[in-house]
């Protein structure tokens, strides 16, 4: 397989962050680069990782024989494990191309989603993955459309975010930027009425938020360990990148908070597509 890369679009807005920020997700969050699903209360955060993407497994269905894309893959262990899975192919889409591995058995796409339709590579999609790729998106509801434009007949949508409860109050309105999330995120009752106003069938939604809650601590308590145990190297990495690591830090107390105070909750969706039903245009999707 290939890695294609095109010009940095104004959608990579949400993402602007990961470079300066790479060396220390990599050490403190790991490959997975998502939070965690606590099914007992001593798991670690890798095997809570783990368990999410069971969960985004199982509702993906049998992956053998289908075209599965992964929109914002991170650093692709996801999209690995489809291919290990079973799955025909994978593509993986990630604006940031320094975080794409060099795996072949991957269509590795270095570009924001959603691509020009003139980029769009067959054979179509039969599912689609958003593992907290969404709330980055600076124009979710376009992000949808284009993915009930591409999904071919009967394929599966499938969505892992942190969405408001409501629409953003003005404590979320300050504090949704320092994680680079979209202040146009709607709240879960809005995708999913999109999602129907889309012509996708079979919606349902698992609020997933107690079992996420624990990654917040998990990873407040690592970093304060790591700035224990490596001091300078912790303080070089702040005077490098002092703005960078100051809104990560505040983005992470106010998550925390968000989370246990339910204004955010981490819900799973999955979505049938009905292509005789879709109400939304590649060419609208794209601009």
Known sequence: MTRE???????TAGWDHYPALDALYRSWIGPHLHH?????????L???QQNLEDRVLTALGPLSGRHV???GCGYGTLARRLH????ASVTGFNPQAQQL????????RAQAWPPPLSEMAAPAPDALVFLESLEHMPDPPTALCSAATVLSPAGRLVIASLLPSHFPDPLLRRTLPLARYSLHLPPVQEIVRHLDALGFSSIHVT????????TWPHLIRAM???ALHHPLQTLRWAASHPAHGLRFALGSLAFWHHLHSSRLRYVLIVADHAPDRTHCSMEKATG
Do not use: F
């Open 5 to 11: 890369s095109q010009p940095a679009p104004s959608s």
């Open 36 to 44: 965690g699903l606590w099914l007992t209360p001593t798991e670690s």
């Open 46 to 48: 890798p095997r809570a």
């Open 69 to 71: 894309w992964d929109i």
């Open 84 to 87: 290990r899975e079973g799955a």
């Open 101 to 108: 591995p060099s795996d072949p058995a991957i269509h590795w």
């Open 207 to 214: 609020d997933l938020t107690t079992a996420v809650r624990p």
């Open 224 to 226: 304060g360990r790591r």
